[in-house]
């Protein structure tokens, strides 16, 4: 079964730094793209960026450019997400994805990882 | 504001058939496939429908997704309670080279 496991709940202060992890098993994890997607509060989905584990090509969405940090260790079938300095507005659900590529594009994600909360609080 | 624009909401009766618009332009549907996601209250997003009208194996064929020109609809018959979600839509956008979503809409079943 392909899975995507995202590691637990984050409760931080603004200004500290957070690298939260999303691991692929059941299929070969260096053959896919892994994106992360926000979910703010009551809100929709924004795709913030994707890697590709096999080379590391990373790509951000222009909204996340400089933001945040997209990363990947294949030998152990993790990506990461990372902030330097938290802030409130970082506040949301963000998941992960596994996205096929076609034509050097994303084409579908599926699965979903289960989502990790980000409580940014002072 | 959502690059593709959906309506907030849309609803329907058991049984009945409804559909979903999602408008883009030129840079994103008009030259690349749509993709439409589910999201069930408090859970993570499936995939729905893949490129235009492809459903993934164990999605009933009661879901059904269509493109023309610069404009997508998911159409859902036989709706049932089960049903009742947020659904978005999704694609490739060449100007931004990025993926844009919709702002999603959300259906009841009454």
């Known amino acids: 079964e392909v899975q995507l496991v995202q590691s637990g709940a984050e409760v931080k202060k603004p200004g500290e730094s957070l690298k939260i992890s999303c691991k692929g098993s059941g299929y070969s994890f260096t053959s896919y793209w892994i994106g992360w997607v926000r979910q703010m509060p009551g809100k929709g989905l924004e795709w913030m960026g994707i890697?590709?584990?096999?080379?590391?090509?990373?790509r951000y969405s222009p909204s996340f450019q400089g933001q945040v940090t997209i990363s990947a260790d294949k030998s152990i079938s993790t990506a990461y997400l990372q902030w330097s300095s938290l802030k409130a507005s970082d506040t949301a659900m963000y998941y992960c994805?596994?996205?096929?590529?076609?034509?050097?594009?994303?084409?579908?994600?599926?699965?979903w990882g289960q989502g990790t909360l980000v409580t940014v609080s002072s | 504001q959502s690059v593709l624009t959906q309506p907030p909401s849309a609803s329907g009766t058991p049984g009945q058939r409804v559909t979903i618009s999602c408008s883009g332009s030129?840079?994103?549907?008009?030259?690349?496939?749509v993709y439409w996601y589910q999201q069930l209250p408090g859970t993570a997003p499936k995939l729905l429908i893949y490129?235009?009208?492809q459903r993934p194996s164990g999605v009933p064929d009661r879901f059904s997704g269509s493109k023309s020109g610069t404009s997508a609809s998911l159409a859902i018959s036989g709706l049932r309670s089960e049903d009742e979600a947020d659904y978005y839509c999704a694609a490739w956008d060449d100007s931004l080279s990025a993926v844009v979503f919709g702002g999603g809409t959300k259906l009841t079943v009454l």
């Open positions: 890697i590709y584990p096999g080379d590391s090509d990373t």
């Open positions: 994805a596994r996205i096929k590529r076609i034509a050097a594009r994303p084409d579908w994600f599926d699965p």
């Open positions: 490129r235009n009208n």
């Open positions: 030129s840079s994103n549907i008009g030259s690349n496939y």
